[in-house]
């Protein structure tokens, strides 16, 4: 069982990225799942989640209105578009799976599944 992200990287402020994290190894279609975020010297911190069917999505307030997460059930892959970064969005961004039928959930200990994590950052 896999998540793997992909599409991070260096930007300039102001910039978007688009991240996605693709399952292998079992169907996620119908879990909760969820974004984090991890900078240096700090905790790991939720970012975005979607419930299991892509009908409730909730942001940290310091991404609302500038990120965007979504999920193509049958394509097994969920994606966080980001627009209008910042440098305080820097981080290594992990995407993460809880459990079947869950609702958003915003806490590191409710998810079971994690990703290795891809580094975004951002320049001044």
């Known amino acids: 069982v896999q998540l793997v992200e992909s599409g991070g990287g260096l930007v300039q402020a102001g910039d978007s990225l688009r991240l996605s994290c693709a399952a292998s190894?079992?169907?996620?279609?119908?879990?909760?799942m969820g974004w984090f975020r991890q900078a240096p010297g700090k905790e790991r911190e939720f970012v975005a989640g979607?419930?299991?069917?892509?009908?409730?999505?909730r942001y940290a307030d310091a991404v609302k209105g500038r990120f965007t997460i979504s999920r193509d059930r049958a394509k097994n892959t969920l994606y966080l578009q980001m627009n209008r970064l910042k440098p305080e969005d820097t981080a290594v961004y992990y995407c993460?799976?809880?459990?079947?039928?869950?609702?958003?959930?915003?806490?590191?200990?409710?998810?079971?599944?994690w990703g290795q994590g891809t580094q975004v950052t951002i320049s001044s």
């Open positions: 993460a799976a809880s459990t079947p039928y869950s609702d958003v959930l915003i806490t590191p200990v409710g998810y079971s599944y």
């Open positions: 190894g079992r169907s996620f279609s119908d879990y909760g």
């Open positions: 979607v419930n299991w069917n892509g009908g409730t999505t």
